[in-house]
Nanobody
Framework: QVQLVESGGGLVQAGDSLRLSCAAS????????MGWFRQAPGKEREFVAA????????SYADSVKGRFTISRDNAKNTVYLQMNSLKPEDTAVYYC????????????????????WGQGTQVTVSS
């Protein structure tokens, strides 16, 4: 099992940027694909972005494509989500997640593909 701790959330204005971080411990972080999901009030949790274990392949939800960038630093056991041009509709609790399976060469996008989750960090974007 891997432990995940998110940080970097906060209250910003529309158009601002934030960088979320997710620190991992407990197993070989570098061997697992990682993802970010979010859950807005009254809505189901949804996929945001994912990155393969080596970082060479990424995927994004259409709603964030071109604005958000996922990256990872395997030496620091950390995955990041750079969020630019934030919109009020980006307001949500953001969760980091680790793949269930070792060495997946493509970044998964289904919640069922991820076996470990962080506690979440709140991002609020005011208009």
């Amino acid at each position: 099992q891997v432990q995940l701790v998110e940080s970097g959330g906060g209250l910003v204005q529309a158009g601002d940027s934030l960088r979320l971080s997710c620190a991992a411990s407990g197993r070989t972080f570098s061997s697992y694909a990682m993802g970010w999901f979010r859950q807005a009030p009254g809505k189901e949790r949804e996929f945001v972005a994912a990155i393969s274990w080596r970082g060479g392949s990424t995927s994004y939800a259409d709603s964030v494509k071109g604005r958000f960038t996922i990256s990872r630093d395997n030496a620091k056991n950390t995955v990041y989500l750079q969020m630019n041009s934030l919109k009020p509709e980006d307001t949500a609790v953001y969760y980091c997640a680790a793949d269930r399976y070792l060495g997946r060469t493509y970044p998964p996008a289904r919640q069922a593909d991820f076996g470990s989750w962080g506690q979440g960090t709140q991002v609020t974007v005011s208009s």
